[in-house]
Protein backbone atom coordinates (compact mmCIF):
# COMPACT_ATOMS: atom_id res chain seq x y z
CA UNK A 1 0.00 0.00 0.00
CA UNK A 2 1.46 3.70 -0.43
CA UNK A 3 2.64 5.01 2.75
CA UNK A 4 2.86 8.34 3.84
CA UNK A 5 5.56 9.04 6.69
CA UNK A 6 4.38 12.16 8.23
CA UNK A 7 5.02 14.23 12.27
CA UNK A 8 2.20 15.65 13.44
CA UNK A 9 1.26 19.24 12.34
CA UNK A 10 4.62 19.13 10.21
CA UNK A 11 4.08 20.00 6.21
CA UNK A 12 3.66 16.54 5.92
CA UNK A 13 0.01 17.40 6.63
CA UNK A 14 -0.39 18.53 3.19
CA UNK A 15 0.01 15.12 1.22
CA UNK A 16 -1.97 13.56 4.13
CA UNK A 17 -4.79 15.29 3.22
CA UNK A 18 -4.30 15.21 -0.37
CA UNK A 19 -4.56 11.21 0.44
CA UNK A 20 -7.53 11.61 2.04
CA UNK A 21 -9.20 13.47 -0.77
CA UNK A 22 -8.32 11.03 -3.25
CA UNK A 23 -9.86 8.39 -1.14
CA UNK A 24 -7.95 5.25 -2.33
CA UNK A 25 -6.05 3.45 0.83
CA UNK A 26 -3.04 4.34 2.10
CA UNK A 27 -1.05 3.85 5.52
CA UNK A 28 0.02 6.42 7.02
CA UNK A 29 3.13 6.42 9.58
CA UNK A 30 3.93 8.70 12.15
CA UNK A 31 7.72 9.55 12.74
CA UNK A 32 9.96 11.76 14.20
CA UNK A 33 12.24 14.24 12.39
CA UNK A 34 15.75 12.10 11.86
CA UNK A 35 14.79 9.10 13.55
CA UNK A 36 16.43 6.12 12.59
CA UNK A 37 12.73 5.17 10.79
CA UNK A 38 12.78 7.82 8.69
CA UNK A 39 16.18 8.02 7.69
CA UNK A 40 16.03 4.20 6.28
CA UNK A 41 13.43 5.52 3.91
CA UNK A 42 14.31 9.34 3.47
CA UNK A 43 18.53 10.06 4.28
CA UNK A 44 17.26 13.80 5.32
CA UNK A 45 15.28 12.77 8.26
CA UNK A 46 12.41 14.47 7.09
CA UNK A 47 9.12 14.71 6.20
CA UNK A 48 6.93 14.31 3.69
CA UNK A 49 8.19 10.88 1.93
CA UNK A 50 6.36 8.86 0.45
CA UNK A 51 6.65 5.71 -0.84
CA UNK A 52 4.80 3.44 -3.43
CA UNK A 53 3.97 -0.28 -2.75
CA UNK A 54 6.75 -1.25 -5.25
CA UNK A 55 9.34 0.92 -2.81
CA UNK A 56 9.45 3.71 -4.83
CA UNK A 57 10.29 6.35 -2.51
CA UNK A 58 10.08 10.49 -3.34
CA UNK A 59 10.27 13.15 -0.67
CA UNK A 60 9.34 16.89 -1.30
CA UNK A 61 6.03 18.20 -0.57
CA UNK A 62 5.60 20.19 -3.47
CA UNK A 63 6.76 16.83 -5.73
CA UNK A 64 4.61 14.50 -3.82
CA UNK A 65 1.46 16.84 -3.95
CA UNK A 66 1.93 17.11 -7.70
CA UNK A 67 2.40 13.12 -8.33
CA UNK A 68 -0.53 12.46 -6.56
CA UNK A 69 -2.59 14.90 -7.84
CA UNK A 70 -1.50 13.69 -11.75
CA UNK A 71 -2.13 9.87 -10.36
CA UNK A 72 -5.49 10.36 -9.53
CA UNK A 73 -6.84 12.45 -12.22
CA UNK A 74 -10.30 11.66 -11.00
CA UNK A 75 -9.82 13.40 -7.87
CA UNK A 76 -10.00 16.49 -9.94
CA UNK A 77 -6.61 18.13 -7.52
CA UNK A 78 -4.31 19.19 -10.46
CA UNK A 79 -5.92 22.53 -11.61
CA UNK A 80 -6.67 22.90 -15.22
CA UNK A 81 -4.52 21.01 -17.57
CA UNK A 82 -4.05 23.87 -20.16
CA UNK A 83 -0.26 25.42 -20.58
CA UNK A 84 -1.11 28.12 -18.23
CA UNK A 85 -3.16 26.38 -15.59
CA UNK A 86 0.10 24.04 -15.24
CA UNK A 87 2.06 26.94 -15.05
CA UNK A 88 -0.19 28.31 -12.20
CA UNK A 89 0.24 25.31 -10.41
CA UNK A 90 3.79 25.13 -10.38
CA UNK A 91 4.10 29.03 -9.24
CA UNK A 92 2.00 27.96 -6.17
CA UNK A 93 3.53 25.10 -5.28
CA UNK A 94 6.98 26.79 -5.56
CA UNK A 95 5.66 29.62 -3.78
CA UNK A 96 4.58 27.29 -0.84
CA UNK A 97 8.18 25.82 -1.03
CA UNK A 98 10.51 28.58 -1.31
CA UNK A 99 8.74 31.58 0.32
CA UNK A 100 6.16 30.64 2.34
CA UNK A 101 7.64 27.45 4.12
CA UNK A 102 10.95 29.08 4.36
CA UNK A 103 9.74 32.28 6.07
CA UNK A 104 9.15 30.21 9.33
CA UNK A 105 12.81 28.75 9.33
CA UNK A 106 13.88 31.69 11.59
CA UNK A 107 10.78 31.16 14.04
CA UNK A 108 11.07 27.38 14.28
CA UNK A 109 15.22 27.41 14.48
CA UNK A 110 16.40 30.53 15.10
CA UNK A 111 19.88 29.01 16.21
CA UNK A 112 20.71 28.45 12.62
CA UNK A 113 20.13 31.69 11.61
CA UNK A 114 22.45 33.63 14.22
CA UNK A 115 25.72 32.47 15.73
CA UNK A 116 24.94 34.80 18.80
CA UNK A 117 23.26 32.30 21.74
CA UNK A 118 22.29 35.12 23.82
CA UNK A 119 18.35 35.44 24.08
CA UNK A 120 18.01 39.01 22.63
CA UNK A 121 19.59 37.90 19.29
CA UNK A 122 16.99 34.86 19.46
CA UNK A 123 14.29 37.02 19.77
CA UNK A 124 15.34 39.44 17.02
CA UNK A 125 15.67 36.28 14.15
CA UNK A 126 12.18 35.21 15.57
CA UNK A 127 11.27 38.85 14.94
CA UNK A 128 12.83 38.82 11.38
CA UNK A 129 10.82 35.45 11.11
CA UNK A 130 7.59 37.26 11.55
CA UNK A 131 7.83 40.04 9.04
CA UNK A 132 9.04 37.65 6.44
CA UNK A 133 5.80 35.18 7.45
CA UNK A 134 3.58 38.51 7.07
CA UNK A 135 5.29 39.56 3.61
CA UNK A 136 4.02 36.37 2.40
CA UNK A 137 0.77 36.19 3.99
CA UNK A 138 -0.05 39.77 2.45
CA UNK A 139 1.07 38.39 -1.05
CA UNK A 140 -1.77 35.32 -0.43
CA UNK A 141 -4.29 37.58 0.70
CA UNK A 142 -4.10 39.44 -2.36
CA UNK A 143 -3.99 36.91 -4.56
CA UNK A 144 -6.91 35.16 -2.78
CA UNK A 145 -9.13 37.98 -3.26
CA UNK A 146 -12.75 37.01 -4.94
CA UNK A 147 -11.52 33.16 -4.87
CA UNK A 148 -12.63 30.80 -2.84
CA UNK A 149 -9.52 28.58 -3.75
CA UNK A 150 -6.00 29.23 -5.09
CA UNK A 151 -6.35 27.81 -8.46
CA UNK A 152 -9.13 28.57 -10.67
CA UNK A 153 -11.67 25.32 -10.90
CA UNK A 154 -11.82 25.02 -7.16
CA UNK A 155 -10.41 22.91 -4.78
CA UNK A 156 -6.81 21.47 -5.59
CA UNK A 157 -3.43 19.80 -4.20
CA UNK A 158 -2.25 23.64 -3.45
CA UNK A 159 -5.13 23.66 -1.08
CA UNK A 160 -4.08 20.95 0.75
CA UNK A 161 -0.15 22.48 0.74
CA UNK A 162 -1.56 25.68 2.04
CA UNK A 163 -2.99 23.98 5.05
CA UNK A 164 -0.36 23.15 7.53
CA UNK A 165 1.39 26.11 6.91
CA UNK A 166 -1.89 28.83 7.36
CA UNK A 167 -2.18 27.05 11.03
CA UNK A 168 1.67 27.38 11.95
CA UNK A 169 0.70 31.03 11.11
CA UNK A 170 -1.74 31.11 13.01
CA UNK A 171 -0.53 30.30 15.89
CA UNK A 172 2.83 32.00 15.78
CA UNK A 173 2.22 35.16 14.02
CA UNK A 174 1.27 37.88 16.68
CA UNK A 175 -1.95 39.16 15.36
CA UNK A 176 -2.76 36.06 14.05
CA UNK A 177 -4.81 36.14 10.71
CA UNK A 178 -6.70 39.52 11.55
CA UNK A 179 -5.22 41.44 8.61
CA UNK A 180 -5.49 39.01 5.95
CA UNK A 181 -9.33 38.22 5.51
CA UNK A 182 -8.91 36.40 2.58
CA UNK A 183 -6.47 33.45 4.13
CA UNK A 184 -8.84 33.25 7.14
CA UNK A 185 -11.39 32.24 5.12
CA UNK A 186 -9.48 29.83 3.15
CA UNK A 187 -8.36 27.98 6.53
CA UNK A 188 -11.82 28.12 7.42
CA UNK A 189 -12.81 26.69 4.28
CA UNK A 190 -10.23 24.10 4.32
CA UNK A 191 -10.35 23.50 8.17
CA UNK A 192 -14.36 22.54 7.64
CA UNK A 193 -13.53 20.02 5.44
CA UNK A 194 -14.60 16.48 6.61
CA UNK A 195 -11.75 15.00 5.33
CA UNK A 196 -9.35 17.84 6.68
CA UNK A 197 -10.86 16.91 10.58
CA UNK A 198 -10.68 13.04 10.25
CA UNK A 199 -6.51 13.42 9.23
CA UNK A 200 -5.95 16.31 12.11
CA UNK A 201 -8.03 13.80 14.21
CA UNK A 202 -5.69 10.83 12.97
CA UNK A 203 -2.72 13.01 13.60
CA UNK A 204 -3.15 14.29 17.04
CA UNK A 205 -4.31 10.79 18.09
CA UNK A 206 -8.25 10.54 17.95
N1 LIG B 1 11.83 21.03 1.15
C1 LIG B 1 11.24 19.98 1.94
C2 LIG B 1 11.28 20.41 3.40
C3 LIG B 1 10.87 19.28 4.28
C4 LIG B 1 11.02 19.69 5.74
O1 LIG B 1 11.93 20.45 6.09
N2 LIG B 1 10.15 19.15 6.57
C5 LIG B 1 10.22 19.46 7.96
C6 LIG B 1 8.85 19.38 8.61
S1 LIG B 1 7.76 20.66 8.04
C7 LIG B 1 11.12 18.43 8.62
O2 LIG B 1 10.98 17.26 8.40
N3 LIG B 1 12.07 18.92 9.43
C8 LIG B 1 12.95 18.06 10.16
C9 LIG B 1 14.34 18.12 9.66
O3 LIG B 1 14.59 18.64 8.55
O4 LIG B 1 15.18 17.60 10.37
C10 LIG B 1 9.80 19.73 1.50
O5 LIG B 1 9.18 20.66 0.99
O6 LIG B 1 9.33 18.60 1.62
Redesign the pocket.
Known amino acids: MPTLYY?VG???LAPHIALEWIGEPYEAVKVH??SEELRAVNP?????TFQEDDGWIL????AILDYLAQKHPEAGLAGGLDLRSRAEAHRWSAFF?SDF?AAFWPIFLPYRYTADKGDAARAAVVEAGHSLVAKQLAVLDSHLEGREYMLDGGRSFVDAYSF?MLRWAIKLLPGALEEYPNVQSLLDRLAADPAVQKVLARENGG
Open positions: AACSFGAGAVPTQAGTHP
